[in-house]
């Protein structure tokens, strides 16, 4: 029996051991003591289940002692093998086929491999192993080690485990004698082998590549001191320990066929807690390239595996997971500190291999995440799952991870692999080894992540980018090739995402310390529901109507795919974006959704980004966007809504600038690490490098824009300004034609509507400025009126044409075609396309009441001038970030970088090519109406406020008509002369200028009794009577030939018809008349006032005069008069041209007369109003209207100091 027993130890040694021969084994007793022995590393690696792309370089042992039972207990107690040092290296192999170690497999050693499940090999899967020290030394190529030479190499991981002990059990993990253990096997058609694994403590110490000490440039007497232009230590590394004392447990599952073949292998690790007190920022940055380096290492598509000898003894399938209940990290440096607490860290990676290739399904799942800044003040929390409840459900598995491979641990998952609730973050990835041509998918990765709550602190985001620049480094085409196809998913439920910005941050605070931006707010919070992102060639967008693009044949439906395409889509239900308020400030809850203690100035509802981009050559497309190829990007929103207030946008503004400011810092960071790829991309010329077909398309369902009042003790304010749109679709288009590029343009909107609040108060007290619902799209008080008063909207009802379809305009339809060439020498290919439609256009309000929204609003102050807060604006925004939404595009700083070219030269180059050599330009505004609102008919909406029915153009004057079309052309150039030549290039890009009018009418206002009869005999009906007829406007001009001025264009009238297809009927009262005559002085007062009031916000009072400006002031009433006097026009000067007079002796000589005109004015502004009253008076007093009297005395006392006023007047103008 003791023979037998030494021949099956010999067996078993053999296998594992480099040149065995007999005479090393000598049996003393029960007792083999061997010393100084070398593993054989291709057994090793095919037990253990190491990556393919990992060699075992050097593998020994220093004393290797067995201890033998009984021989009448060998077939139930174990032999234990005792073993004082183990030491090993495994290093990553250099290229795809050297996957051989050092030694060559013995062909003998696994001669009995598959013959049978024979003693010794019940013996060898009996023994208990002991090991004293193991010593493992971890190389990896790292996946950046071209960059930055010795400096960017992968560290070496020097690991230490002590007292290891593996034995056998059964089945549930307990130690029973090897008969029992063995029993479990009987009936199964498997032969199971189950093992444990314990070990009493790990260390992790990570070790300086030794190319580091041979670099000059990282080796000097002050490296370890040495910081970057950034502040970070890039540089040195001289070693550091990672962890210590990690005690922990696996369990091993062994599976073979009943001819004892290798079939599967399952090592279950398991890890309490992980704990690193103490990490330097050196040894941060060291730790995150040595993790890069093992992920390449472990995911290396190049490797086949069909080079690998060793994989004949290897299992077929193979699974490793590692659990770590919790993990803390701690990174300490004099001026940083970070600290990492993750729970319930799952890692598994299943792998099936057939000989030919190889499938690896990799699973991260984490509990839950925390990361703080603690050396803040006060310690900040950067990331941190949300506080919501986690729905109790199983973790999602995809598609390609269901069923992967059999069970190889026959009695399922362990309880402690099993997540309760759903994991914060949730990780499946399928990758093929060597990876497949297309169209077959050599990577799958989808990621579930649950709410995220992220704070983005200045200081610790810089420096955690400055870690993953330097430290995930990976060259492309080093994990997989680049012909590779492959898909990534994402799910985000909800994020949080916090933007603190302090007030000595803030670019207004310099301008002026008391801006009322920084009292209001101290921070934004941007909120994110359900986003969804898709990386995928198989992507089917909605948005980009390719089927329809045949530009894009290779990413239709259908045709197969490679990787010289791309497609991604990005998905959100719903994003808002608030203000965080100081304390102090209130915010109460109303219609606009207000939280406490935040302002949501923007959300959108159901958000969709959708690109596609294919190379021009169908090679792989690695550069974004690819050159010469086709770009589509279409981005869609279901309703945009934006709360707007001057704090707001200050603070909006401030919060530019302050991102701006750090993605410069952000940029500088990752400088370092993107010089080589920058360079090698900057060859060639500008034009080479863009896409040669692009189209962007953008889509908004509905577009709400609110413009609120300015308040510092109610965040919520008072909506001054409405804008409401519906479908908007905005597109832009370049493509590239031989030596042109073409860039097209359309717009298309269906309907807008601009409300706006009621200047003088007329609508609602301010009391009442409550906001309490919100019907059809305007703003209702708590009495029921509405606060807006619409001033702009669009009449787009259907129009039935002859052939009895109804046909809905547009309100906006422009289209723009620009061809440019690409030389400036070929500029008579220049031609620019034009065509804008604008219908249903109605406006009201008039420039009095835009005077008074000017002042309401702050842009006017009471002097006329600029108000204080449009000032401080101003000055802001010329110091502030606006100016960089300007900067030129990086792609021309490169190219300026290159060519060593200015600016200017680099923009004339690209942009000057001279005059337009054909334009085609149409303008056409169909059905357009303009009220003319005074104050009288604003005062009088009040009455019909609750009748939506009345129109308001039926109550005042208004102009309106059919179409008006401009058009301007260029002549052809081909044109011959009476001598056969051609005209050759234009003398001017515009040479004729049509412009037409139809149906041009003034109405003036119905009988108010009939007004509101109809609406109250209509019972809310809208009852819309079509117009015909007006007058008909057309005029042609052109150039004349004979102009001997070339800088300015002599326009000719060449041609003017005027006609009317139907007769005209005027009739107006003298009442009508005067009214009409007042309004229009009133409006030309108000423009006037406007006029100077912009002069002045733009500073040109100084060029104009102050005088011009005094009569801008009084257009109506004096300026008028002024401007046209004989001795104001210069006889030298043309006729067209008026010089403003300045002389003080002229503007003495018409005190009178202005003194004059005033009087006059108000008489007849004290005439109309008694008419109205009167009007008033009598409508109260008829039968046929049920109103209120309560008011009627109050109207007759009106009216009786009106007459007394009167009598004051006359009394006056006698006087005079």
């Not at 082998?193 to 030794?210: C, G, I, R, T, Y």
């Not at 040894?283 to 595996?305: E, K, Q, S, W």
């Not at 497309?621 to 981005?635: A, D, F, S």
């Not at 005088?1107 to 009433?1117: E, P, T, V, Y």
Request: some cysteine; glycine content about 8%.
């Amino acid at each position: 029996m003791e023979s037998i027993i030494a021949r099956a130890l010999e067996y078993t040694l053999k296998y594992w051991l480099k040149s065995f021969s007999r005479e090393q084994f000598k049996l003393q007793g029960r007792t083999v003591q061997l010393s100084n022995l070398d593993i054989n590393g291709d057994a090793l690696h095919a037990s253990v289940g190491l990556p393919p792309a990992l060699n075992v370089t050097t593998a020994k042992v220093r004393t290797l002692e067995i201890k033998l039972p009984s021989v009448s207990y060998v077939q139930t107690e174990p032999i234990v093998v005792q073993i004082d040092r183990l030491d090993l290296v495994l290093e990553e192999n250099s290229d795809s086929n050297t996957g051989k170690s050092s030694s060559s497999f013995q062909s003998t050693s696994s001669s009995g491999k598959g013959s049978g499940y024979g003693f010794s090999d019940k013996i060898a899967d009996g023994m208990t192993l002991e090991v004293g020290t193991v010593n493992l030394l971890l190389e990896t190529r790292g996946g950046g080690h071209c960059q930055g030479g010795a400096t960017w190499a992968s560290p070496l991981a020097s690991i230490t485990i002590r007292n290891l002990l593996l034995y056998t059990t059964n089945e549930n993990w307990k130690v029973v004698n090897l008969k029992d253990a063995r029993d479990f096997s009987n009936n199964k058609k498997f032969i199971y082998v189950f093992k444990k694994l314990e070990w009493e403590s790990l260390s992790v110490d990570l070790l300086p590549h030794p190319d580091m000490f041979t670099d000059a440039h990282s080796y000097s007497s002050n490296g370890a001191s040495r910081r970057d232009d950034d502040g970070a230590k890039r540089v040195f590394f001289g070693g550091e320990k990672f962890l210590e004392g990690i005690s922990g447990e696996a369990y091993i599952t062994i599976q073979r066929t009943e001819l004892n073949s290798p079939l599967g292998l399952e090592v279950q690790l398991h890890i309490t807690e992980a704990i690193c007190p103490a990490l330097s920022e050196p040894g941060l940055r060291a730790l995150l390239r040595f993790m890069t380096g093992l992920y390449v290492c472990l995911n290396r598509g190049d490797v086949d595996p069909k080079a690998q000898q060793r994989c004949t003894e290897a299992a077929g399938r193979s699974l490793v997971s590692v659990v770590i209940d919790h993990i803390f990290l701690c990174i300490k440096d004099a001026e940083f500190q970070l600290e990492l607490l993750m729970q319930s860290l799952l890692f598994s990676r299943a792998s099936v291999s057939d000989g030919e290739n190889t499938k690896n399904l990799s699973r991260v799942m984490v509990g839950g995440v925390f990361l703080r800044d603690t050396i803040s003040r006060p310690p900040c929390t950067l990331v941190q799952p949300s506080m919501q409840a986690v729905p109790e459900e199983p973790p999602y598995i995809p598609e390609f991870g269901l069923n992967f491979c059999p069970p190889i641990y026959p009695l399922g998952d362990q309880g402690w692999q099993l997540f309760e609730i759903v994991p914060l973050i949730c990780l499946h990835t399928l990758q093929i080894n060597p990876s497949p041509a297309p169209p077959s998918f050599a990577s799958q990765t989808v990621i579930m992540c649950q709410p995220l709550m992220i704070n983005l602190h200045e200081e610790s985001c810089l420096r955690i980018a400055s870690f993953l620049a330097d430290g995930i480094v990976v060259n492309p085409g080093t994990v997989l090739p680049d012909f590779s196809v492959n898909s990534l998913e994402f799910t985000l439920k909800e994020l949080d995402l916090t933007v603190p910005l302090d007030a000595g941050k803030s670019e207004n605070c310099a301008v002026d310390g008391s801006n009322g931006a920084q009292r209001s707010f101290n921070g934004a919070r941007l909120h994110i529901e359900n986003l969804f992102f898709l990386e995928s060639p198989k992507v089917k967008p909605r948005l980009l109507n390719l089927e329809k693009d045949p530009a894009c044949f290779c990413l239709w439906d259908g045709q197969p795919i490679d990787a010289s395409q791309k497609k991604w889509m990005t998905r959100t239900s719903h994003i808002s974006l608030s203000l965080e308020t100081c304390s102090g400030l209130t915010a109460h809850q109303s219609s606009f959704d207000w939280s406490p203690g935040l302002w949501k100035c923007v959300e959108l509802d159901d958000a969709c980004i959708e690109a596609a981009m294919a190379t021009a050559d169908e090679s792989p497309l690695i550069t974004v966007p690819p050159p010469g190829g086709v770009v589509r990007i279409g981005v869609a929103c279901q309703q945009y809504l934006s709360n707007t207030s001057v704090e707001q946008l200050f603070f909006i503004l401030d919060l530019y600038a302050y991102f701006g400011r750090v993605s410069e810092k952000m940029a500088k960071i990752g400088k370092n690490n993107r010089v080589e790829n920058r360079r090698e991309a900057l060859g060639g010329k500008l034009v080479e490098k863009i896409p040669s077909d692009t189209a962007v398309s953008l889509t908004v369902t509905d577009l709400q824009l609110r413009f609120l009042e300015s308040s510092s003790l109610d965040m919520q304010g008072m909506p001054l300004v409405q804008f409401l749109g519906d479908n908007l679709f905005i597109k832009v288009t370049h493509r590239t034609l031989g030596g042109a590029f073409v860039v097209s343009s359309t717009i298309i909107w269906q309907a807008v509507r601009v409300d706006c609040v009621d200047a003088e108060g007329n609508l609602t007290h301010e009391d009442d400025m409550a906001v309490a619902s919100v019907e059809h799209g305007q703003l209702v008080a708590r009495n029921g009126n509405p606060q807006l008063r619409t001033v702009f909207w669009i009449d787009n009802r259907s129009k039935h044409q002859p052939n009895g379809l109804a046909l809905t305009a547009p309100f906006l339809d422009i289209n723009v075609v620009h061809v440019m060439p690409y030389d400036a020498r070929d500029m008579e290919c220049r031609s620019l396309n034009l065509s804008a439609k604008v219908a249903g256009v109605r406006l009201g309000g008039g420039m009095n009441y835009t005077e008074a929204l000017l002042h309401r609003f702050g842009i006017l102050g009471p002097d006329g001038g600029p108000g204080e807060g449009l000032s401080k604006g101003l000055k802001n925004l010329s110091a502030g970030p606006l100016s960089k939404l300007f900067r030129t595009s990086p792609l021309i700083e490169n190219y300026q970088e290159e060519n060593g070219n200015s600016k200017d030269e680099v923009h004339g180059s690209l942009l000057d090519f001279g005059m337009l050599d054909d334009v085609d330009i149409s303008i056409e505004l169909k059905d357009w109406l303009f009220a003319l609102e005074g104050a009288q008919e604003m005062a009088e909406s009040l009455w019909f406020c609750n009748n939506a029915a009345v129109h308001r153009e039926g109550r005042c004057w208004h102009t309106t008509f059919h179409t008006l079309l401009v058009k301007a052309k260029s002549s052809p150039k081909k044109v011959m002369n009476s001598r056969g030549e051609s005209n050759g290039l234009h003398k001017y890009p515009v040479e004729l200028v049509l412009v037409g009018v139809e149906g041009l009418q003034v109405l003036k206002p119905q009988a108010r009794k009939t007004i509101f009869q109809t609406a109250v005999s209509s019972g809310g009906t809208n009852i819309t009577v079509c117009e015909t007829g007006g007058v008909d406007l057309e005029v042609r001009l052109v150039v004349s030939k004979d102009n001997k001025n070339n800088e300015m264009a002599p326009w000719i009238v060449e041609n003017m018809k005027f006609s009317v297809k139907q007769p005209i009927e005027a009739v107006a009262t003298k009442e009508e008349l005067q009214h009409v005559a007042s309004l229009c002085k009133s409006e030309v007062n108000s423009m006037g006032r406007i006029a100077a009031g912009i002069l002045r916000v733009l500073k040109l009072e100084g060029s104009i005069g102050q005088a011009a400006l005094d009569q801008l002031s009084n257009l109506g009433s004096e300026g008028l008069e002024k401007i046209v006097k004989p001795e104001n026009f210069s006889r030298e000067s043309s006729a067209c041209s008026v010089a403003f007079s300045q002389s003080p002796n002229v503007i003495g000589d018409s005190r009178h007369q202005s003194l004059e005109s005033t009087v006059a004015s108000l008489e007849t502004a004290i005439y109309d109003s008694q008419v109205k009253c009167s009007a008033l008076v009598t409508e109260f007093h008829s039968p046929q209207i049920s109103i209120q009297q309560r008011h009627l005395s109050d109207i007759k006392q009106i009216n009786e100091k009106l007459e007394s006023m009167q009598a004051l007047l006359t009394q006056l103008r006698t006087q005079l």
